[in-house]
C-alpha cells in the first residue's frame, strides 16, 4: 500500500483529500505545520508528497526543496496562487505537479496514481547493465540513472533524468511540449506542459556550457526541442 503524506494548514482540505486517497487504497498521513511536515518527509519513508504552499512555520517551497534535496519520489504541490510564476517556481524547485484550488479530488486522486505508477516503473525496471549514451563530455548511465558532464557528476530530479534520457534516446527528432508531456508524465488530460519548458531550463543549466548557445538541447521556435548529435 503507497503512503502518502499530506502538508496542509487548511484541516478540512487535508481531511478531505485524505478521505478520497483512503478510498483508493492508500495510506494517507496528514501534517498542518511547515515544520513538522517537513521533518517528518525528510525522516520518514513516504512514497509521494502533496504540499500546500502557504503553510505555518517552513513554507511548501522550502520543503519541496528540502525534500528534492534528498529525495527523488514524487511531489505534488497544491496551492490557491494561480500566478504562473508560482507554479515555475514550484516546478524548478523539483515538484513533479502543481494543482490550483478549487480542484476535484478526483482529480487530485488520479493524478497521485499517475505519478505514483511511472515512479514505479522506473525504480522496478530492469535496464541493461551499463546502458550509457555519451555524446561531446556528456555520459548518461540509464542503468545507475546518473548524469557526467565532461567527468563531473551532476545531480537530476527523476523527470528531469527521465526527460534528458527520452531527448538523447531520439537524437535529431523534434518534440513538441505536449508530446514530451504526454511521454514523461503520462498525464494527457491534465496538467500544465509549461512544466516541460521550466524541466528543459533545469537541464540546461546543468548540461550546457553556455545556455543561450546550447548544444545538446536545441529549441527549435515554434515547434518543440530537439536533441543535437
Not at 24 to 44: K, M, P, Q, T, Y
Not at 77 to 104: E, H, N, Q
Not at 141 to 167: G, I, P, S
Not at 209 to 220: D, G, M, R, S, W
Amino acid at each position: 500500500m503507497s503512503k502518502v503524506l499530506i502538508i496542509e494548514d487548511e484541516v478540512a482540505i487535508a481531511d478531505l483529500e485524505k478521505d478520497y486517497l483512503e478510498l483508493s487504497g492508500f495510506n494517507v498521513e496528514i501534517e498542518n505545520d511547515g515544520n513538522r511536515g517537513l521533518a517528518r518527509a525528510l525522516n520518514e519513508e513516504f512514497d509521494i508528497y502533496i504540499l500546500d504552499l502557504m503553510l505555518p512555520g517552513t513554507d511548501g517551497f522550502e520543503i519541496c526543496k528540502k525534500i528534492r534535496e534528498n529525495k527523488n519520489a514524487p511531489i505534488l504541490m497544491v496551492s490557491a496562487k494561480k500566478d504562473d510564476i508560482d507554479k515555475i517556481r514550484g516546478l524548478g524547485l523539483g515538484a513533479d505537479d502543481y494543482i490550483t484550488k478549487p480542484f476535484s479530488p478526483s482529480e487530485l486522486v488520479a493524478r497521485v496514481k499517475a505519478h505514483l505508477s511511472r515512479y514505479e516503473r522506473l525504480i522496478n525496471s530492469n535496464m541493461q547493465e551499463n546502458d550509457v549514451i555519451e555524446l561531446r563530455g556528456l555520459k548518461i548511465d540509464k542503468t545507475a540513472r546518473r548524469v557526467w558532464v565532461n567527468e563531473e557528476e551532476k545531480q537530476f530530479t527523476t523527470k528531469e533524468f527521465d526527460l534528458l534520457c527520452f531527448l538523447a534516446q531520439n537524437p535529431n527528432r523534434v518534440f513538441s511540449k505536449e508530446e514530451l508531456f504526454r511521454q514523461i508524465w503520462a498525464l494527457e488530460s491534465v496538467g500544465d506542459i509549461a512544466t516541460v519548458t521550466v524541466h528543459i531550463k533545469k537541464i540546461r543549466e546543468k548540461i550546457e556550457y553556455n545556455t543561450a548557445k546550447p548544444q545538446y538541447i536545441e529549441t527549435i521556435w515554434g515547434v518543440g526541442y530537439r536533441f543535437k548529435v
